[in-house]
């Protein structure tokens, strides 16, 4: 059993997920997060990230040991696989749609600004 200093808190694992879920978002760093929940310090929210990825991975893991339902089989299996084959085409058609017309919009953006958008590869990071 873990024992805990009389000056630690335990917080609630909703919050523990809360906090972690709006780092990892993005919306937050460790120590902005900190200050909006009042926490001691930056560290408090790291380590709730911490916990967080843990917890999902173990989450996951049992996930994986549960066995799994053989799929069921009837007359009607083929019907269905030719009508998801169909939307994936489609929804890879889209997606190739949007690359091409993303890359287009970098092309512009480039050529207007005069700026190098993409990494080139074999660049050096600057020395800062």
């Given amino acids: ?29 460790y120590g902005v997060a900190a200050e ?5 310090d930056k560290m408090v929210v790291k380590e709730f990230v911490k916990w967080y ?8 893991m049992e996930g994986e040991k549960q066995p799994k339902d053989p799929p069921k089989q ?5 019907s269905p696989t030719k009508e998801q084959l169909r ?6 058609a889209q997606a190739k749609l949007k690359i091409a017309g993303l890359e287009a919009l970098i092309d ?9 958008i993409r990494k080139k590869s074999g660049t050096k990071p600057s020395n800062k």
């Fill in 1 to 29: 059993m873990k024992r805990v200093k009389p000056g630690n808190r335990r917080y609630a694992k909703s919050l523990k997920r809360k906090i972690a879920e709006e780092y990892l978002s993005g919306k937050f760093s």
């Fill in 36 to 40: 909006e929940y009042g926490l001691k």
């Fill in 53 to 60: 990825k843990r917890t999902l991975y173990l989450e996951q």
């Fill in 74 to 78: 009837d007359s009607s299996t083929e």
């Fill in 87 to 92: 939307n994936l085409e489609q929804e890879l």
């Fill in 108 to 116: 512009i953006a480039e050529q207007e600004l005069q700026i190098d």
